[in-house]
């Protein structure tokens, strides 16, 4: 069989990323709702600010707005994980990072799955933050007994999806009629049961230890919790919420707003409560609920290098330190006050993030700057080449998450009481043994398309920048 038998695996994600969206919008019809109501908003800001809407076309990010979206699944056992590695790596997508939740009280770590280089995030941008239950963390030795028994019995992949996880990584690719059927096959993965797989009695024994040890323990599958669309004004979601029937969590989580936006920003509104049906040990039904999905919205700005990070992560912990509690409903007006003062020392200002080192960038030859080829007196040095206009630069978007806005948004859902506090450590090494790979680190993705558009530019312009 040959290469071009196979259908390309940014194909393939950016397939399973609709169809996924689809299965959801079946399944959540919010979920909808919230699309209309992002799509709303981004039509607006981009007749609003042509300027803006100028930079995203440069930058391709205008095609890929209407199919961006992240989604989030928790898995229970190393197995789990490691499988849903190599489902993944068919779309193309690969670990990124490494995020310890435990810190915050979540007893989980996660990585995302995405793509990683520049042309294959503009063909798909879908991301999945996946986050592996540490059972070890359950202090009931009788309760972490069970939830490994239960875990042990379960398979979250259809048989078919496993023979096309392997057909892929023995001959390299999958042919368009495989293609097909692998996207409906790992479908059935992240697919809602509203039938328990536990009784209502275990069900609430693992609920009494936390929250998400149910939900990741007592069903057929890790269920897609949410489905997170981009928009260009955040702002202007989480004031139109209301408007359409929906009441966002009380704070934005990440940075404040600004002209020039950075990283992440995320809102969410609650979990909703779905009815569910447990089997009892006589195997009779008996109608409870769960909750579970929620929906998420996310305004994305320019990725940080480790200088800008370092600055970012010092700024957002002074706020939160200022305000000495957890962001909540009642201090919300307080802490985006005391964000904003903070994030002052942030610049905002492209140029200035630029300059410094905060922030990583794309570079593109200019018109001006291929006229100039033929120019023996033009500048060569990139700073000057900027200043003549032969070289333009756009922000890099950051493609991942933030830990602490990620356990904002996990508490969010369990409920501002539902925090616990556990001992352990951060286990980067488990993680990834349990992975059954590395996890990519995100700060030398971003610096390589820095630098392989500033190559682009050398060659266009035919010098060294
Ligand atoms: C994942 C929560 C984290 C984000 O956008 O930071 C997340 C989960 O609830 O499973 O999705
Ligand atoms: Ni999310």
């Known amino acids: 069989m040959s290469h071009q038998a196979f259908v390309d695996s940014d194909e393939i994600r950016a397939r399973f990323s609709r169809a996924m969206s689809d299965m959801y919008k079946s399944e959540v019809p919010l979920y909808g709702t919230l699309l209309e109501l992002v799509a709303e908003v981004n039509r607006n800001v981009m007749h609003m600010q042509p300027d803006l809407t100028e930079r995203l ?19 229970g056992t190393p197995e789990e994980l490691a499988t849903i590695r190599r489902l993944f790596a068919v779309m193309g997508m690969l670990p990124v990072g490494y995020y310890d939740l435990s810190e915050a009280g979540v007893p989980v770590h996660s990585t995302a799955f995405r793509a990683v280089h520049e042309a294959s995030l503009q ?39 496993l023979a096309l996880i392997e057909r892929f990584e023995t001959v390299g690719g999958l042919t368009p009629v495989e293609a097909d059927e692998f996207i409906q096959e790992a479908l059935e993965t992240f697919r809602w049961h509203s039938e328990a797989t536990v009784s209502a009695e275990v069900y609430q024994q693992l609920h009494d230890q936390h929250r998400l040890i149910a939900d990741i ?52 509104f609650k979990a909703l409560q779905e009815s569910i049906a447990f089997i009892d040990d006589q195997g009779a039904t008996v109608t409870g609920s769960h909750t579970a999905r929620f929906g998420e919205i996310e305004q994305r700005g320019v990725a940080l290098t480790p200088k800008g990070r370092a600055l970012y992560d010092t700024l957002l912990n002074a706020a939160r330190e200022q305000l000495g509690v957890a962001p909540n409903e009642g201090n919300a007006d307080s802490y985006m006050k005391k964000l904003s003062a903070c994030f002052a020392d942030l610049p905002d200002d492209y140029d200035a993030l630029r300059t410094q080192g905060l922030a990583y960038f794309r570079y593109f030859a200019t018109e001006q700057g291929l006229a100039a080829r033929k120019d023996v007196s033009r500048p060569r040095e990139l700073e000057a080449l900027i200043k003549a206009g032969h070289i333009q630069y756009e922000p890099l978007v950051y493609e991942d998450f933030l830990p602490v806005s990620a356990a904002g948004i996990f508490q969010s859902n369990l409920g501002d009481t539902a925090q616990a506090h556990y001992a352990a450590t951060s286990s980067r090494e488990q993680f990834q043994q349990a992975l059954g790979a590395t996890v990519l680190d995100e700060l030398a993705l971003y610096e390589q ?3 392989r558009s500033l190559a682009a530019c050398g060659k266009t312009l035919g010098i060294t920048v």
Do not use: Y
């Open 217 to 268: 323990v007592a069903f057929k599958g890790p269920h897609i919790n949410h489905l997170t669309p981009r928009t260009l004004d955040i702002d202007a979601v989480q004031a139109g919420m209301p408007h359409w029937g929906i009441t966002p969590k009380a704070v934005i989580e990440g940075p404040p707003p600004r002209k020039c936006p950075v990283l992440l920003r995320q809102t969410s």
């Open 57 to 75: 076309s440069r930058t391709g990010e205008i095609e890929r707005l209407d199919m961006e979206r992240h989604g989030a699944i928790r898995v």
């Open 123 to 161: 063909r798909g941008p879908f991301r999945v933050f996946t986050s592996l239950l540490r059972l070890e963390l359950i202090e009931d030795v009788a309760v972490r007994q069970k939830a490994e028994a239960i875990l042990a019995k379960r398979t979250i992949f259809t048989p078919r999806a």
């Open 449 to 451: 398309t820095q630098q």
